[in-house]
């Protein structure tokens, strides 16, 4: 007995919108699925169609629908009609050309582009042109080019559009389709005009071989596009009195392609651009798009500057334009040209700013944008205003970009220090938690470069923190500026408004409150912390300091309890370095490359960036060492050990000890110490000094030249360099001169250095060093640190006239030594025990 | 255009066409995240927005939502265009069209944006044109329908 025939599609679509709950619905959808799969399996042919009809249905709704996929194909198959359009449709729906299924359908295609109706080529063409795999396309490409030449317009738009779909899929095949291109452009035909123009611009697109040749279509293109605008109404085509405006769009756009970068193209496109960007009617977004993308054209193409001002002016109007949608168009292509056509879009500017109060989120985001960029000299003060306010009250996700661009403006146009700090203030008060995490450090640099703005600075900082300590940022910049110019603070000393009366104790509560505080993050309390005992070579308060140090030698943050225990030591064991160490901050050089990821910073970089990992990959070593007591100040702290130490000459035997790269991130200093005057007769600081050089033991950006060696008449002096394109490598230049009364020849310098350095030696300028300083011998030497160890540099001379004077000298060498005390407190430098101090990540 | 979906006010899928190769999970994910965000949409809001590295253009027509996902060049105020040109056809096909029409003749609204759509680019722009193909392919199809008798119904040939 045969089944019922198989519910109508439409009464499924009705049964199944009556299910009250998804489970009902679910359950009808489970029971017509098991019939049709039952009915499948009978081979039915007369209700296929029907079924899968059905299973698209379901399949729409969210259902697995894959055991219809071969039904699919077998009703492509079919001769019917009605079955094909089904078939096609499924095959569409269901099949993806992951699967190997999808490629069953090949010879169907094939079929069917040779077939007699032209209703059934186009569901083939359809079909292939929309979800055809790279295979499909090589095996059907040739039949898709045939179809290409026919003079039956319906097939001959569909085959130009699947043939865009072939070329996207295997761009080898474009050669292919060129033939066929030839007298495209010389339809009648809308349909096939306009896939013709997309075909054209895929080509043009893919192969600048392609857009050279078809160069020579422009004028053919410029004609067209007259046609479109001169002819009268044209009712197949007209919209809102427009004729074909999406013909239009697409050869403006292809002319954008061919025009641009060549000077005779554009020309011949300029007289149709103008009239078009000036008789089209405005009043309906249809006219819109065509001069928007009449906007596109010209800003991109060779066009003169007339055509261009027209341009952008078309862009103000739509920035006035009620339509929202235009007005979004607009700020986009305002962003776009604003670089080129700067000033032309500078006239719009308060326009601009306008649209930042606009209610889209969209619109809102371009304004921003659009508004820093136009932000000069002439109006930073005013678009200043503007965006502070915007940043007031703008959404979440705008604050963070908002608050960088401020900050960039700002830097780049402030008209005045204090506005600066001012803005910065501004910024900090509003949006500061939203700040960047690269914004403390960026602007700690700024406040040490305005000096005469110290007081001032930490004056309005203070009073922030009065107010709210939640906002990190702030806080860190205010903690850090108390820490340094808290003086300036306690003394009253500010002349750009009236000084506050605060008393040491005040200023202490403050910073303590920070640290206590559960709104402070780690790394604030690492700075309030640290700000704390700078003051104690600024206030009187030793007493207090020195109890609040204690105190988190115990704490359970890690980061806390060294800092602590570091200070602690530095006020007990060291404390005659103390005031030299925790002495002002100079002013921070900023060097070219300022991103959050470079190393290489500014001198004395903050003692806050250690906790921050984007910073030295050394810093977030956690250092035990004791000895990395003084690295945590930052290097320029450490300069004034230096200066003050007396610099002795080197022993003779065992050679002298130079930190050689150590030395170089220090603002520059005498001779070093060497280690061998270091056991008994010098304190132990000196000795620390050395080995607990600056953490920037890669090369700063600026090293002062030293001299390594002066000995018996003959003077080394290196001069550094970093090597442009990388900065790890560091060129050192000697300069060997000889004071004595005869020539110094045979001069040989020779370097060695451990494994993980590679050493570059360049042929010297000559090997006699003439006597009495007449001459020199330089050369240069290229030295690789890639993994910023500290390096320690023995000299040892070498000259055949030394030879005959004195009894030890031996070849300079770069050796590197283990930073432990044993090591440095024996002058036992011979010693060949190296270890290499990964100082770094 | 890399697709297009109608979707209800309540998020439900009416149509969906795809012009990129994707999986179905991947085609779910999307058409949910899309749905999600142009529903969230304020009516003030501009009928564009960014998603991934794509434009949306989306526009309400009564109780349906038409969306189109757009590559980065495209002209956004035309595709604005060519969607109402779309629901300009299914009006003139299906008389003042509604909702229930793409309900329950889903395969013809397929069929209409087949004739209007190849590949993601228009591949028509006369209106007279799309429908007069649909009226002949409509016609075809009745032909194609074999007659059938009666017993063949009741299943008893």
Same mark, same amino acid.
């Given at each position: 007995?045969?089944?019922?025939?198989?519910?109508?599609?439409?009464?499924?679509?009705?049964?199944?919108?009556?299910?009250?709950?998804?489970?009902?619905?679910?359950?009808?959808?489970?029971?017509?699925?098991?019939?049709?799969?039952?009915?499948?399996?009978?081979?039915?042919?007369?209700?296929?169609?029907?079924?899968?009809?059905?299973?698209?249905?379901?399949?729409?709704?969210?259902?697995?629908?894959?055991?219809?996929?071969?039904?699919?194909?077998?009703?492509?198959?079919?001769?019917?009609?009605?079955?094909?359009?089904?078939?096609?449709?499924?095959?569409?729906?269901?099949?993806?050309?992951?699967?190997?299924?999808?490629?069953?359908?090949?010879?169907?295609?094939?079929?069917?582009?040779?077939?007699?109706?032209?209703?059934?080529?186009?569901?083939?063409?359809?079909?292939? @042109?929309?979800?055809? #795999? &790279? =295979?499909?396309?090589? +095996?059907?490409?040739?039949? !898709?080019?045939?179809?290409?030449? *026919? %003079?039956?317009?319906?097939?001959?738009?569909?085959?130009?559009?699947?043939?865009?779909?072939?070329?996207?899929?295997?761009?080898?095949?474009?050669?292919?389709?060129?033939?066929?291109?030839?007298?495209?452009?010389?339809?009648?035909?809308?349909?096939?005009?306009?896939?013709?123009?997309?075909?054209?611009?895929?080509?043009?697109?893919?192969?600048?071989?392609?857009?050279?040749?078809?160069?020579?279509?422009?004028?053919?293109?410029?004609?067209?596009?007259?046609?479109?605008?001169?002819?009268?109404?044209?009712?197949?085509?007209?919209?809102?009195?427009?004729?074909?405006?999406?013909?239009?769009?697409?050869?403006?756009?292809?002319?954008?392609?061919?025009?641009? @970068?060549?000077?005779? #193209? &554009? =020309?011949?496109?300029? +007289?149709?651009?103008?009239? !078009?960007?000036?008789?089209?009617? *405005? %009043?309906?977004?249809?006219?819109?798009?065509?001069?928007?993308?009449?906007?596109?054209?010209?800003?991109?193409?060779?066009?003169?500057?007339?055509?261009?001002?027209?341009?952008?002016?078309?862009?103000?109007?739509?920035?006035?334009?009620?339509?929202?949608?235009?007005?979004?168009?607009?700020?986009?292509?305002?962003?776009?040209?604003?670089?080129?056509?700067?000033?032309?879009?500078?006239?719009?500017?308060?326009?601009?700013?306008?649209?930042?109060?606009?209610?889209?989120?969209?619109?809102?985001?371009?304004?921003?944008?659009?508004?820093?960029?136009?932000?000069?000299?002439?109006?930073?003060?005013?678009?200043?205003?503007?965006?502070?306010?915007?940043?007031?009250?703008?959404?979440?996700?705008?604050?963070?970009?908002?608050?960088?661009?401020?900050?960039?403006?700002?830097?780049?146009?402030?008209?005045?220090?204090?506005?600066?700090?001012?803005?910065?203030?501004?910024?900090?008060?509003?949006?500061?938690?939203?700040?960047?995490?690269?914004?403390?450090?960026?602007?700690?640099?700024?406040?040490?470069?305005?000096?005469?703005?110290?007081?001032?600075?930490?004056?309005?900082?203070?009073?922030?923190?009065?107010?709210?300590?939640?906002?990190?940022?702030?806080?860190?910049?205010?903690?850090?500026?108390?820490?340094?110019?808290?003086?300036?603070?306690?003394?009253?000393?500010?002349?750009?408004?009236?000084?506050?009366?605060?008393?040491?104790?005040?200023?202490?509560?403050?910073?303590?409150?920070?640290?206590?505080?559960?709104?402070?993050?780690?790394?604030?309390?690492?700075?309030?912390?640290?700000?704390?005992?700078?003051?104690?070579?600024?206030?009187?308060?030793?007493?207090?300091?020195?109890?609040?140090?204690?105190?988190?030698?115990?704490?359970?943050?890690?980061?806390?309890?060294?800092?602590?225990?570091?200070?602690?030591?530095?006020?007990?064991?060291?404390?005659?370095?103390?005031?030299?160490?925790?002495?002002?901050?100079?002013?921070?050089?900023?060097?070219?490359?300022?991103?959050?990821?470079?190393?290489?910073?500014?001198?004395?970089?903050?003692?806050?960036?250690?906790?921050?990992?984007?910073?030295?990959?050394?810093?977030?070593?956690?250092?035990?060492?004791?000895?990395?007591?003084?690295?945590?100040?930052?290097?320029?702290?450490?300069?004034?050990?230096?200066?003050?130490?007396?610099?002795?000459?080197?022993?003779?035997?065992?050679?002298?000890?130079?930190?050689?790269?150590?030395?170089?991130?220090?603002?520059?200093?005498?001779?070093?110490?060497?280690?061998?005057?270091?056991?008994?007769?010098?304190?132990?600081?000196?000795?620390?000094?050395?080995?607990?050089?600056?953490?920037?033991?890669?090369?700063?950006?600026?090293?002062?030249?030293?001299?390594?060696?002066?000995?018996?008449?003959?003077?080394?002096?290196?001069?550094?360099?970093?090597?442009?394109?990388?900065?790890?490598?560091?060129?050192?230049?000697?300069?060997?001169?000889?004071?004595?009364?005869?020539?110094?020849?045979?001069?040989?310098?020779?370097?060695?250095?451990?494994?993980?350095?590679?050493?570059?030696?360049?042929?010297?300028?000559?090997?006699?060093?003439?006597?009495?300083?007449?001459?020199?011998?330089?050369?240069?030497?290229?030295?690789?640190?890639?993994?910023?160890?500290?390096?320690?540099?023995?000299?040892?001379?070498?000259?055949?006239?030394?030879?005959?004077?004195?009894?030890?000298?031996?070849?300079?060498?770069?050796?590197?030594?283990?930073?432990?005390?044993?090591?440095?407190?024996?002058?036992?430098?011979?010693?060949?025990?190296?270890?290499?101090?990964?100082?770094?990540? | 255009?890399?697709?297009?979906?109608?979707?209800?006010?309540?998020?439900?899928?009416?149509?969906?066409?795809?012009?990129?190769?994707?999986?179905?999970?991947?085609?779910?994910?999307?058409?949910?995240?899309?749905?999600?965000?142009?529903?969230?949409?304020?009516?003030?809001?501009?009928?564009?927005?960014?998603?991934?590295?794509?434009?949306?253009?989306?526009?309400?027509?009564?109780?349906?939502?038409?969306?189109?996902?757009?590559?980065?060049?495209?002209?956004?105020?035309?595709?604005?265009?060519?969607?109402?040109?779309?629901?300009?056809?299914?009006?003139?096909?299906?008389?003042?069209?509604?909702?229930?029409?793409?309900?329950?003749?889903?395969?013809?609204?397929?069929?209409?944006?087949?004739?209007?759509?190849?590949?993601?680019?228009?591949?028509?722009?006369?209106?007279?044109?799309?429908?007069?193909?649909?009226?002949?392919?409509?016609?075809?199809?009745?032909?194609?329908?074999?007659?059938?008798?009666?017993?063949?119904?009741?299943?008893?040939?």
């Amino acid at each position: 007995m045969r089944m019922p025939a198989p519910i109508r599609l439409r009464e499924l679509i009705r049964t199944i919108r009556t299910a009250r709950t998804q489970a009902e619905e679910r359950e009808m959808i489970q029971k017509e699925c098991a019939a049709i799969r039952s009915s499948f399996r009978e081979e039915d042919n007369t209700y296929r169609c029907r079924n899968v009809a059905k299973l698209l249905y379901m399949h729409m709704l969210g259902y697995p629908a894959h055991f219809g996929q071969l039904e699919c194909l077998k009703l492509i198959a079919s001769q019917k009609f009605t079955d094909k359009r089904i078939g096609y449709l499924g095959a569409m729906l269901l099949l993806d050309e992951r699967q190997d299924v999808h490629l069953l359908m090949t010879n169907c295609i094939k079929n069917d582009l040779n077939h007699s109706t032209q209703y059934v080529q186009g569901l083939a063409l359809c079909t292939l @042109g929309c979800m055809g #795999s &790279s =295979e499909m396309c090589r +095996d059907l490409a040739g039949e !898709v080019e045939k179809l290409l030449k *026919t %003079s039956n317009s319906y097939l001959r738009k569909k085959a130009a559009l699947c043939a865009v779909h072939v070329i996207r899929k295997v761009p080898e095949l474009m050669e292919m389709f060129l033939p066929a291109t030839k007298n495209l452009l010389s339809e009648k035909n809308h349909g096939v005009l306009h896939t013709s123009v997309v075909l054209l611009t895929e080509m043009c697109e893919r192969s600048p071989d392609m857009l050279s040749h078809f160069r020579k279509l422009v004028p053919q293109l410029v004609r067209i596009l007259k046609n479109l605008i001169m002819s009268g109404y044209s009712p197949e085509h007209d919209v809102s009195g427009i004729s074909d405006p999406f013909l239009q769009v697409r050869i403006l756009r292809l002319l954008r392609i061919l025009g641009k @970068g060549d000077d005779d #193209s &554009s =020309e011949a496109m300029n +007289d149709i651009l103008a009239q !078009v960007a000036t008789n089209t009617e *405005t %009043s309906k977004n249809v006219g819109n798009a065509i001069l928007y993308e009449t906007v596109l054209t010209i800003m991109d193409i060779k066009s003169e500057s007339g055509l261009r001002v027209l341009a952008i002016n078309i862009l103000g109007r739509f920035l006035l334009n009620n339509d929202k949608n235009i007005r979004y168009v607009a700020l986009t292509s305002l962003l776009k040209t604003v670089q080129t056509d700067h000033n032309a879009v500078q006239r719009h500017r308060s326009t601009i700013v306008d649209c930042l109060k606009d209610l889209d989120v969209s619109i809102k985001r371009r304004a921003m944008e659009l508004s820093f960029a136009l932000v000069n000299g002439n109006n930073i003060r005013g678009m200043m205003k503007e965006l502070l306010y915007f940043l007031d009250s703008c959404d979440p996700d705008f604050k963070a970009d908002c608050a960088s661009g401020i900050f960039l403006a700002a830097e780049k146009y402030a008209p005045s220090k204090r506005w600066h700090i001012d803005t910065i203030m501004r910024v900090l008060t509003t949006a500061g938690s939203y700040v960047r995490d690269d914004s403390v450090p960026n602007l700690i640099q700024l406040i040490t470069n305005s000096v005469e703005m110290h007081a001032y600075t930490v004056q309005r900082l203070y009073k922030a923190l009065l107010d709210d300590i939640s906002q990190q940022p702030l806080v860190q910049v205010a903690s850090w500026c108390i820490g340094e110019y808290g003086d300036l603070l306690v003394s009253g000393q500010c002349e750009e408004e009236e000084p506050i009366q605060v008393s040491e104790d005040e200023v202490l509560d403050v910073l303590e409150g920070l640290l206590v505080s559960n709104l402070s993050t780690p790394v604030t309390r690492g700075y309030s912390l640290t700000a704390i005992m700078k003051l104690s070579t600024r206030f009187s308060s030793l007493n207090r300091i020195k109890k609040v140090v204690s105190i988190y030698g115990s704490s359970i943050d890690v980061e806390l309890q060294q800092r602590a225990v570091e200070y602690n030591a530095l006020f007990k064991k060291y404390d005659h370095m103390r005031p030299a160490l925790l002495e002002r901050m100079p002013i921070m050089e900023k060097t070219a490359t300022n991103g959050p990821s470079e190393t290489v910073q500014t001198n004395g970089e903050t003692d806050s960036t250690i906790l921050d990992t984007k910073h030295l990959p050394s810093i977030s070593q956690p250092a035990s060492q004791a000895n990395d007591l003084l690295d945590l100040l930052g290097g320029n702290d450490v300069v004034p050990i230096i200066q003050t130490t007396v610099p002795t000459k080197p022993a003779s035997a065992g050679g002298e000890l130079l930190d050689l790269l150590g030395d170089l991130s220090l603002t520059g200093g005498p001779t070093p110490t060497p280690a061998s005057s270091v056991p008994m007769s010098q304190p132990p600081f000196l000795l620390d000094g050395l080995t607990s050089q600056p953490l920037f033991n890669d090369i700063a950006a600026v090293i002062p030249p030293m001299t390594a060696y002066n000995k018996n008449g003959l003077i080394i002096e290196f001069t550094f360099e970093r090597s442009n394109p990388n900065p790890n490598i560091a060129v050192i230049t000697i300069h060997a001169t000889n004071s004595t009364e005869a020539d110094m020849t045979e001069f040989v310098f020779q370097a060695a250095v451990p494994k993980t350095f590679q050493l570059q030696l360049l042929s010297p300028s000559s090997n006699v060093v003439p006597a009495f300083n007449q001459g020199s011998v330089t050369q240069v030497i290229r030295v690789l640190n890639p993994q910023k160890v500290r390096c320690y540099c023995e000299p040892r001379t070498h000259s055949a006239s030394y030879r005959s004077r004195s009894s030890e000298i031996s070849p300079f060498v770069l050796k590197h030594l283990q930073k432990s005390d044993e090591c440095l407190s024996g002058a036992k430098l011979n010693i060949a025990k190296l270890k290499l101090r990964a100082a770094s990540h | 255009m890399q697709f297009m979906l109608l979707f209800s006010r309540q998020g439900k899928l009416r149509l969906q066409k795809w012009y990129v190769p994707l999986s179905d999970t991947q085609k779910k994910k999307i058409s949910r995240e899309v749905i999600q965000i142009v529903l969230a949409r304020k009516p003030k809001m501009c009928s564009f927005l960014e998603w991934r590295d794509l434009k949306i253009v989306y526009k309400r027509y009564a109780s349906l939502y038409f969306c189109c996902a757009v590559e980065d060049q495209e002209n956004e105020l035309i595709t604005l265009e060519i969607i109402h040109r779309y629901v300009e056809l299914l009006d003139k096909y299906f008389g003042s069209v509604c909702e229930l029409d793409i309900i329950f003749n889903f395969e013809k609204a397929y069929y209409i944006l087949d004739e209007f759509i190849l590949g993601g680019e228009a591949q028509e722009t006369s209106k007279k044109n799309v429908l007069k193909a649909i009226e002949q392919a409509d016609m075809l199809q009745e032909e194609a329908e074999t007659p059938r008798s009666v017993l063949e119904e009741i299943g008893l040939t």
